[in-house]
């Protein structure tokens, strides 16, 4: 792996923000007035209504996607030419399934009803599988008479790049083309500007009465009491020789359960005593595993519908942090997968450097033609370090040193990114800047345009140094030291250890202050720090970087009424010049955030500041459709007898919104892993007050494993080991 330098970059002036957003995502119709549902495997998920149909508002990013393209954009059913009424809808609890139970409205002819309403009763049943969607209608008579009823699918596909569906405009497209195959069959096409051919094929059993390029048209004859089925495939043509009416419907529905249970298995199981917490648990991991994509490399969690379907580091790495205790399989596949596709030259264009991990990988045709720079775009700061830090809680936990010994490479590319080209002006912070006007101009994970600024609403120049990225910077120094010491390089793991200090030196001298009892922001192209109160503070003690008697002030100012809204901590505080509410990153509240600091909070044995944390957010997700955690939500203060504020176009779900839970169990009970020392352990574990007993399941370590009861007894927590195999010991410390 070769290494190309680059002369230093001049302070880059900040970004105009009287300018449209670079790749916003408009919210000319909020996700949360459409009640949509989500299916997906693989590279293909569906997004549609409560009816189960596509498209009925063409504002709504609703549809069928493969690979970032929209390939059906309608799916319309109606009863005799009237949309059925709606009697309830819902995903099943392991995410294989959607379901809806729908009837007939009053059926009129004048002033004469030819069919009273809810006469007939019928019963959608979807799911996706390789590529496809798959759709059952089941129609039951339950009238005394004989009845004949008109049933209408409208269809049709715009093929539409998913930035597209977001909001971005194009100047030119390629060419659509439809066919009718035979009396059961349908293809939609697409030739794309980037020569590349998109096609969506239609299959029904049995054939309809009526077919052409946009609508089939189905006459139900049923006696009373009589029902009928129908099937439909819609998606990527299907595999030669496979066989497409209700048989092979079934096959392919008991396999798409069969792959979710699978993935599940891996999983520590979760129970409790409190039934509403048990339900958002299982929400949490039917979302994770609904979203986690077996990619060549291992299973990867995609972060999230319908805007962010694809692998991104960051988000990958951080899901996998999480809920590594429960499933160390996500970890490996993370690190195989971001090490397969890490930079090994510079390619502004990408913001791409030798060493760095990617940020987002797109397959669709703007990211083809580079009418967006996110084909394979490197432009996070934070996913570098992150990658070398989860490579060594992964060895925490599972003891692969072939793992370890086969990702040293590409660990050590990193860290050499991170000393070099991360830190242009030798000032020992890692800092961002992007390498062309295209590229992101915030480049950590608080990346819209207007998330970095001074105490007085200033956006900060850059390059810029985000202060939680200092300290991913410092736990993977730590972690990768650790791993040198595993593998036999002394030197190199002392020299690692030597520059975690120094970072941790320079960091509190840099980013503390004393007037907010908080670290800075971040520091802006000048060295000036962004003296802004921000949750990015808490992320920092997650790592160890901080001074234990600064971490325990920061822990308290993120607790108070400036940063706390009763749901959550902010991403920035009440005080903040650009404070506000309703906005994606200054004011919100994000779980995945929130769980890192509470990991902080632990790692410093703050367990009295975990559990307000941890109560914010699951009282939160009670509220919530589905019982699901969603990207964010708004930041307004708690009221009583209120709902948290949704915001609109937050995505559900969202891979690391479903691990959070997770992380927040993990903080609360003190949980640690080590493979090395055969350990299982419980650090000062603390249950918050809607939990008195806690159940885990499976805990596997190495070849054994342990189920765990853990009981609450006002403020002291018993544990109690209801099962144990293998060389496994379980240590409780109080």
């Known amino acids: 792996m070769s290494f190309e330098t680059q002369p230093d970059t001049p302070p880059q002036p900040a970004p105009d923000e009287r300018q449209l957003p670079d790749f916003h995502i408009s919210a000319s119709v909020s996700l949360q007035e459409r009640q949509p549902h989500t299916l997906k495997h693989g590279d293909t998920f569906v997004v549609f209504d409560h009816r189960g149909d596509i498209g009925a508002d063409p504002r709504s990013p609703e549809g069928i996607y493969h690979l970032d393209t929209r390939i059906l954009s309608r799916l319309e059913l109606l009863l005799e030419g009237y949309p059925p009424l709606l009697l309830s809808s819902m995903n099943q609890d392991d995410n294989a399934v959607f379901t809806a139970d729908l009837s007939n409205p009053d059926l009129l002819a004048g002033d004469r009803i030819v069919l009273r309403r809810e006469q007939f009763h019928l019963h959608r049943l979807k799911f996706i599988w390789n590529g496809a969607c798959y759709e059952r209608l089941l129609l039951r008579n339950f009238s005394e008479e004989p009845c004949r009823l008109r049933l209408k699918l409208c269809f049709a596909a715009d093929f539409a790049d998913l930035f597209e569906v977001r909001g971005e405009k194009r100047a030119r497209r390629g060419t659509a083309s439809a066919h009718r195959d035979s009396v059961a069959a349908v293809t939609l096409r697409y030739l794309g500007l980037d020569d590349i051919e998109r096609v969506t094929t239609l299959n029904f059993d049995p054939a309809p009465q009526r077919l052409d390029t946009a609508t089939a048209e189905f006459e139900v004859n049923l006696q009373p009491h009589e029902s009928r089925r129908l099937f439909i495939r819609i998606g990527v043509p299907a595999p030669a020789g496979e066989a497409w009416n209700g048989l092979g419907f079934y096959r392919q529905m008991h396999a798409a359960r069969r792959a979710l249970r699978r993935s599940v298995g891996r999983a520590t199981r979760v129970n409790s005593s409190n039934s509403l917490f048990n339900e958002v648990m299982r929400r949490a991991v039917s979302d994770l595993y609904m979203l986690v994509t077996d990619t060549k490399q291992g299973p990867y969690p995609y972060a999230g519908t319908p805007w962010f379907s694809t692998p991104f580091g960051r988000d990958g790495i951080i899901t996998a942090l999480m809920t590594l205790w429960m499933d160390p399989g996500i970890a490996k596949g993370v690190l195989h997968f971001l090490a397969a596709t890490q930079a090994t030259r510079t390619e502004p264009e990408r913001d791409a450097e030798p060493g760095k991990i990617l940020h987002e990988m797109r397959h669709g045709e703007m990211a083809h033609l580079r009418e967006v720079p996110f084909e394979r775009y490197y432009g996070s700061v934070d996913a570098t370090p992150l990658f070398v830090l989860l490579l060594g809680e992964y060895f925490r936990r599972s003891g692969d040193l072939d793992t370890v010994r086969a990702l040293w490479p590409n660990a050590e590319a990193a860290l050499h990114w991170i000393d070099t080209l991360g830190d242009r002006d030798g000032d020992g912070f890692v800092e961002y800047y992007r390498m062309t006007d295209t590229g992101l101009a915030n480049q950590g994970w608080k990346d819209s345009q207007d998330a970095i600024f001074h105490q007085d609403g200033r956006a900060a120049r850059g390059p810029i140094a985000l202060c939680e990225v200092q300290g991913y910077v410092y736990g993977a120094k730590h972690c990768a030291s650790e791993l040198a010491a595993a593998l036999g390089l002394e030197a190199r793991s002392a020299e690692l250890r030597r520059q975690a200090e120094a970072l941790r030196q320079k960091f509190e001298a840099a980013f503390w202050c004393e007037e907010l009892s908080c670290y800075a922001l971040a520091l802006d192209g000048d060295k000036q720090p962004c003296r802004v109160i921000s949750s990015n503070a808490g992320q920092a003690l997650l790592s160890g970087i901080a001074d234990p008697r600064r971490a325990h002030r920061v822990a308290q100012t993120l607790l108070g009424h400036d940063c706390y809204s009763g749901w959550g901590i902010r991403t920035v505080a009440l005080s903040a010049q650009r404070y506000n509410p309703r906005s994606y990153h200054n004011g919100s509240v994000w779980p995945h955030d929130n769980a890192l600091i509470a990991l902080g909070f632990a790692r410093y044995g703050q367990k009295e500041a975990v559990l307000p944390v941890f109560k914010g957010l699951f009282d939160a997700a009670s509220y919530m459709d589905q019982r699901r955690l969603p990207e964010l939500f708004c930041g307004f203060p708690r009221r009583?007898?209120?709902?948290?504020?949704?915001?609109?176009?937050?995505?559900?779900?969202?891979?690391?919104?479903?691990?959070?839970?997770?992380?927040?169990?993990?903080?609360?009970?003190?949980?640690?892993?080590?493979?090395?020392?055969?350990?299982?352990?419980?650090?000062?574990?603390?249950?918050?007050?809607?939990?008195?007993?806690?159940?885990?399941?499976?805990?596997?370590?190495?070849?054994?494993?342990?189920?765990?009861?853990l009981r609450r007894h006002g403020e002291d927590v018993a544990v109690t080991v209801t099962a144990l195999s293998g060389e496994v010991k379980v240590v409780v410390r109080y």
């Open 640 to 709: 009583r007898r209120n709902a948290p504020t949704q915001y609109p176009v937050a995505c559900a779900p969202q891979a690391w919104a479903s691990a959070a839970m997770m992380a927040l169990l993990q903080a609360s009970t003190g949980l640690e892993m080590r493979a090395g020392a055969g350990e299982i352990s419980f650090n000062r574990p603390q249950l918050p007050d809607f939990l008195d007993e806690l159940c885990l399941h499976g805990l596997r370590l190495g070849d054994g494993s342990a189920d765990v009861m």
